[in-house]
């Protein structure tokens, strides 16, 4: 069974332009979430989605958002960027999203912003 | 709100030795599961084992065993007879009961086991 695709797996950008990452999950699996891993602060949930809709957000500004397709392929868009958006982006998939369903996680996207 | 804390922030060992991954936990939920996920160089966060707050039966797997205990709200993680592969940042995290959709994560443990 594939795993979880991240694509791509490097980007760099500019200050004030907007990026877009996409998250294929694992087949079956209908729950996609996405974390933001910095040294400084860590782990940090974004969102989550079940059957193409959001169910949980996690503290950021509104130019973090995200959508789930039917096929439940996700993507992540970052508006106007700003150099503390620099980051691994990683995008996890499950069966359910609560509960004991472990969350499996794609390589990430490491995004640099200049 | 939950919390985990992860109190080590690096350990390093030689080869062969047994290590143990302290994680202490906050949650006002009865229901609980607690995770340990290990991440390589590769940036990969890989799933190792999940405990239910409702089982705390101890267990063995392979090279990796768990203690849970409730009443000190502690989830630690052992990796017995340490490998080089070994090697790599160790989180802990933890995900209350219904309607929870995401994982609180500690700030993990760097492991270095040194051939």
């Known amino acids: 069974k594939a795993g979880v695709t991240q694509t791509p797996r490097y980007l760099i950008k500019t200050r004030g332009q907007q990026v877009t990452l996409s998250c294929s999950p694992i087949?079956?699996?209908?729950?996609v979430s996405w974390y933001q891993q910095t040294p400084g602060q860590g782990l940090q949930f974004l969102f989550e989605y079940f059957s193409e809709t959001q169910r949980n957000k996690g503290n950021f500004p509104g130019r973090f958002s995200g959508r789930q397709f039917s096929n439940s392929r996700s993507e992540m868009n970052v508006s106007t960027l700003e150099l503390g958006d620099s980051a691994l982006y990683l995008c996890?998939?499950?069966?359910?999203?609560?509960?004991?369903?472990?969350?499996?996680f794609g390589n990430g996207t490491r995004l640099t912003v200049t | 709100a939950q919390k985990v804390t992860q109190a080590q922030t690096e350990i390093s060992v030689v080869e062969k030795e047994d290590v143990t991954l302290d994680c202490v936990y906050e949650t006002r939920d009865t229901t609980y599961y607690l995770f340990w996920y290990k991440q390589p160089p590769s940036g990969e966060l890989v799933f190792l084992i999940r405990r239910n707050s409702f089982d705390e039966q101890n267990e063995i797997s392979g090279r990796y065993s768990w203690n849970f205990q409730k009443s000190t709200s502690s989830f630690n993680f052992t990796i017995t007879a340490s490998q080089v592969v070994d090697s790599a940042v160790y989180f802990c995290a933890l995900r209350g009961g219904s309607n929870d959709y995401k994982l609180s994560f500690g700030a993990g443990t760097t492991v270095t086991v040194r051939a």
């Open positions: 996890a998939s499950s069966l359910g999203g609560t509960g004991g369903s472990p969350l499996h």
């Open positions: 087949s079956g699996h209908r729950s």
